[in-house]
């Protein structure tokens, strides 16, 4: 097995054109290279402001649409991710593998930041994937020293797959 993408398209607004996916796959694959993983699953849901601001509302107690939610599967249930390792032995702890979780972009926002940021809307939602993928392995934002961090994974992959700004 090696790290898969499944994906849907809840919205209506813009079209999802194959060559996304595809870039989207070679995403997958160059971040979790950077981040020593080779195997796991994880779903995207393309959606508008509406329904990723009823999720923001739902899961998160934050009323307005967002950019990019991601739903950990392999979490402790507490509210700081902490990565939860398979072992195979004693000794090594395999990395995470199976299925890694649920990212939901609103194309709609993506659409707004890209034109904000002066970018196409392939990069901008190259890079929340590739910040929804991170958040589903452990690595957040909350302070600057991990903002940084983050955001320095994110480029570097984003500048590997040819999406620089």
Same mark, same amino acid.
């Given at each position: 097995?090696?790290? $898969? %993408?499944?994906?849907?398209? @809840?919205?209506?607004? =813009? &079209?999802?054109?194959?060559?996304?996916?595809?870039?989207? $796959?070679?995403?997958?694959?160059?971040?979790?290279?950077? &981040?020593?993983?080779?195997?796991?699953?994880? /779903? %995207? /849901?393309?959606?508008?402001?509406?329904?990723? !601001?009823?999720?923001?509302?739902? +899961?998160?107690?934050?009323?307005?649409? /967002?950019?990019?939610?991601? =739903?950990?599967?392999?979490?402790?249930? /507490?509210? &700081?991710?902490?990565?939860? =390792?398979?072992?195979?032995?004693?000794?090594?702890?395999?990395?995470?593998?199976?299925? *890694?979780?649920?990212?939901?972009?609103?194309?709609?926002?993506?659409? @707004?930041?890209?034109?904000? +940021?002066? !970018?196409? %809307?392939?990069? &901008?939602?190259? =890079?929340?994937?590739? !910040?929804?993928?991170?958040?589903?392995?452990? +690595?957040?934002?909350?302070?600057?020293?991990? @903002?940084?961090?983050?955001?320095?994974?994110?480029?570097?992959?984003?500048?590997?797959?040819? *999406?620089?700004?």
């Amino acid at each position: 097995m090696s790290l $898969q %993408l499944d994906w849907s398209n @809840e919205q209506t607004q =813009f &079209e999802i054109p194959e060559q996304w996916i595809e870039r989207l $796959q070679e995403l997958l694959k160059l971040a979790g290279e950077a &981040e020593g993983m080779e195997e796991g699953e994880v /779903t %995207l /849901t393309f959606t508008d402001n509406e329904q990723i !601001h009823q999720l923001n509302r739902d +899961y998160r107690g934050i009323d307005r649409p /967002t950019d990019v939610l991601s =739903f950990a599967m392999q979490d402790d249930g /507490t509210d &700081e991710l902490d990565i939860i =390792f398979e072992v195979e032995s004693e000794d090594e702890p395999d990395p995470i593998s199976g299925m *890694l979780g649920d990212i939901v972009i609103s194309v709609e926002k993506a659409k @707004e930041q890209s034109e904000d +940021y002066g !970018h196409s %809307l392939e990069r &901008e939602i190259g =890079f929340l994937f590739v !910040h929804g993928f991170l958040h589903l392995i452990g +690595y957040d934002h909350q302070d600057d020293e991990s @903002e940084a961090e983050m955001t320095a994974k994110q480029e570097a992959v984003l500048q590997k797959a040819g *999406l620089s700004r």
